[in-house]
């Protein structure tokens, strides 16, 4: 007869699938012409990369600075310099994120310097934002990863300003790691049948839906939010927040731009979805369509 074994462990994980450097590069996969850049060994960027095409089933672009055993013990911000240089030289991203893991954690990098080195050294560059953003494999989690991405492109790419409401159609929509890409798609929608525009931080429901293009290989995302669009969410006229993890990054989104918001836990269940339909309703001004 079998015996049912009750484990004395609350919860059991997969560590390798809740690291915040995947949360984190997840989060700029939803930048348009975007580059993750793992700050570690070839070993750290691969996992990533191969966890990622698994799941979404499509090519993923994600790079490396390749930290080797030299590297480790003598310092590394060279590798990241010349990793930005190589990056921007061959594929002229929009954005580049960086992100660190545990290796480039324990040794004690200083990747915003790095980036000062780099746009000291290599000024031509300038019109790529480089976001950069520290996510130790040994502390947080995959959720906690992407919200520091999220934060980090905030507080990078939106300047302060006090143009509220400049654009009364449209409205921003910071998105948790815990939605999908046809979740996004569907909050779009909730959001165009009100008559208003999202712009979605970060938007992997138009970067990783599994669309087709002509070229077999893009070495940038396709798709994802521009960062023209993430400069002026300083001009909605409000910002929806989904997801707990996001509260910090919307607290800095507020107190740049001034921008109101609506905060939501999660769209699971009735109560909630019909908060967010009042919310859209009150904000457009409209009446709830009856779709």
Not at 118 to 141: K, S
Not at 151 to 168: C, F, K, P
Not at 263 to 282: E, I, K, P, V
């Amino acid at each position: 007869m079998a015996e049912i074994v009750h484990p004395k462990k609350a919860l059991a994980v997969n560590p390798l699938k809740v690291s915040q450097p995947v949360g984190a590069s997840l989060a700029f996969l939803g930048l348009a012409r975007a580059l993750p850049l793992m700050h570690g060994s070839q070993g750290c960027t691969a996992f990533g990369k191969v966890f990622f095409v698994r799941h979404f089933r499509e090519p993923i672009p994600l790079q490396t600075t390749a930290m080797d055993q030299v590297s480790t013990i003598m310092g590394a911000d060279e590798n990241v310099v010349e990793a930005l240089r190589t990056l921007c030289e061959k594929n002229s991203p929009e954005v580049i994120g960086l992100v660190t893991t545990g290796l480039s954690e324990t040794q004690g990098t200083d990747i915003h310097r790095a980036v000062r080195d780099f746009r000291t050294a290599h000024p031509e560059y300038a019109a790529t934002a480089v976001v950069a953003v520290n996510t130790p494999d040994y502390v947080g989690c995959f959720e906690s990863g992407h919200a520091l991405a999220v934060e980090a492109i905030i507080n990078t790419l939106v300047a302060e300003s006090d143009a509220v409401g400049r654009r009364q159609r449209q409205v921003n929509v910071l998105a948790s790691s815990m939605l999908t890409p046809g979740d996004i798609e569907a909050i779009r929608e909730w959001t165009e049948a009100f008559g208003l525009r999202a712009i979605v931080l970060p938007d992997i429901g138009d970067a990783l839906d599994g669309h087709l293009t002509e070229a077999e290989f893009s070495p940038l995302t396709l798709g994802g939010t521009p960062a023209s669009e993430i400069a002026i969410m300083g001009e909605s006229v409000a910002t929806l927040v989904i997801g707990g993890s996001l509260n910090k990054a919307a607290d800095l989104l507020k107190a740049r731009t001034g921008v109101p918001d609506w905060r939501f836990d999660s769209l699971m269940g009735l109560d909630a979805c019909d908060d967010f339909t009042m919310a859209l309703a009150q904000i457009s001004g409209r009446p709830v369509p009856p779709r």
